[in-house]
């Protein structure tokens, strides 16, 4: 395959050129995502539902489509025209604003399941660019915090286009206009990033496609460790998009309305610190050692949210600093599965394979539960207040994530002594 990049020198530096090439696409691409949870549509009900709560379950199943489609397509996706997949995935979820603005509601509900099916594939293709490195977990991390900040951001800009007079309607589009040509740029940049060097393969194995049988093997083989994984990555993640989708809501729960800025206030130093603690593990050169790290950075993530929210209960900490440190507990538990946790475990147990297969399964079953809840809050006509609803299954989920976090690493160290 003729390689066009034109980065040269050390893995360091090829490293830092792929993190900040990485980190810089996916962030435009969120901007297709995410801006119209900032938008509250206030009084607007299909039937007797919340119209922003069915507009979040439609782009929600369409991402659980993608994810369980993407178990599938990113494990077999091909080393080559991913920049053409990328562009004509992210085209078809702007055009499906562009609908969603024109056709009138309720009948604009089915675009954010169009939305939401292409962006739920761009996850497993961008990696793709990064895995089997040396350096990837820095490079994973810089990828995996985009999602953190561009969160932040993209909800600025689009606050910030509400305040602008634009409509809340017209939101997601306009934001995607903002986006579009910075994505075409780091798009350009992402695809001269050289391939894994014959160092980079005999530290963290080749990556190749999978086939069927491969990956039914696989899971074979570490089936309670991948179970318990998929547990503790359903929760992160149930929690995660509640805290992401429904943040402008809790907010204005809070008393803060009107600060377009406080989504970047708090997701910023979340960032910050997640780039930190899971680019460090590029220091451990041991793949197996980093995974079990890993597990104590995920214990950790699951007792920081679980204590920072009791503390909230008490008002003893202002809602500013729960919001940042509950935030940056949950993304201690979700982001080593996006970035180190899969990528160290194929190295470490000597895999050939690729770390999309991996993700993918975790994340389809984490939409899952995420799905699941919104449906059965509508379902069964609870009223939640979201931040008592949040704080307090928190605070549960914080116990049982330790309790499974702690069986997973007793069951790999298990699986590596035999």
């Not at 980190?23 to 297709?32: D, H, N």
């Not at 491969?214 to 318990?228: D, E, H, M, S, T």
């Not at 399964?361 to 059965?376: I, M």
Request: overall charge positive.
């Amino acid at each position: 395959m003729k390689n066009n990049s034109f980065v040269k020198g050390s893995a360091i530096q090829v490293g830092l050129y792929a993190a900040l090439a990485a980190f810089l696409t996916y962030t435009m691409i969120f901007g297709f995502r995410k801006s119209f949870t900032v938008c509250t549509f206030d009084g607007m009900t299909v039937g007797s539902l919340s119209y922003k709560t069915v507009l979040v379950l439609s782009q929600m199943l369409g991402y659980l489509a993608a994810k369980f489609y993407g178990i599938k397509f990113i494990a077999e996706l091909k080393r080559f025209g991913r920049n053409k997949i990328i562009l004509l995935l992210v085209g078809i979820a702007w055009m499906a604003w562009l609908c969603f603005a024109l056709i009138p509601a309720p009948y604009n509900i089915p675009f954010l399941f169009i939305n939401g099916f292409p962006l739920g594939m761009l996850w497993g293709v961008v990696f793709s660019y990064v895995e089997g490195r040396r350096s990837t977990d820095f490079i994973g991390a810089a990828l995996a915090v985009s999602f953190i900040f561009s969160s932040g951001f993209v909800k600025s800009v689009g606050g910030w286009l509400i305040q602008s007079g634009v409509s809340e309607f017209w939101v997601p589009f306009c934001t995607g206009l903002v986006f579009a040509l910075p994505l075409l740029l780091f798009i350009y940049l992402m695809e001269r990033i050289p391939p894994p060097d014959t160092d980079d393969e005999a530290a963290r194995m080749s990556r190749t496609t999978m086939s069927a049988e491969q990956r039914k093997a696989f899971i074979k083989q570490f089936l309670p460790g991948i179970i318990a994984c998929v547990l503790i990555y359903a929760f992160a993640t149930l929690f995660r998009d509640i805290r992401d989708n429904f943040s402008a809501d809790m907010w204005k729960e809070m008393g803060y309305l009107n600060q377009p800025a406080i989504f970047s206030k708090t997701e910023t130093p979340i960032t910050l610190i997640i780039l930190i603690l899971i680019g460090s593990m590029v220091m451990i050169k041991n793949s197996f050692k980093a995974l079990m790290v890993a597990h104590v950075l995920i214990a950790l993530g699951f007792v920081l949210a679980g204590v920072s929210t009791w503390l909230f209960t008490k008002e003893m900490i202002t809602p500013m600093w729960w919001m940042v440190l509950v935030g940056l507990g949950l993304y201690m538990v979700y982001i080593p599965f996006n970035s180190v946790f899969f990528e160290r475990m194929i190295a470490a147990f000597r895999f050939t394979g690729n770390v999309g297969f991996l993700i993918y399964l975790a994340d389809s079953f984490g939409y899952l539960g995420s799905v699941g809840v919104l449906l059965s809050k509508e379902i069964f006509k609870v009223q939640l207040n979201w931040v008592a609803f949040f704080s307090n299954s928190v605070m549960i989920l914080s116990v049982v994530g330790v309790l499974i976090t702690v069986y997973a690493g007793w069951y790999f160290w298990k699986k590596k002594a035999e």
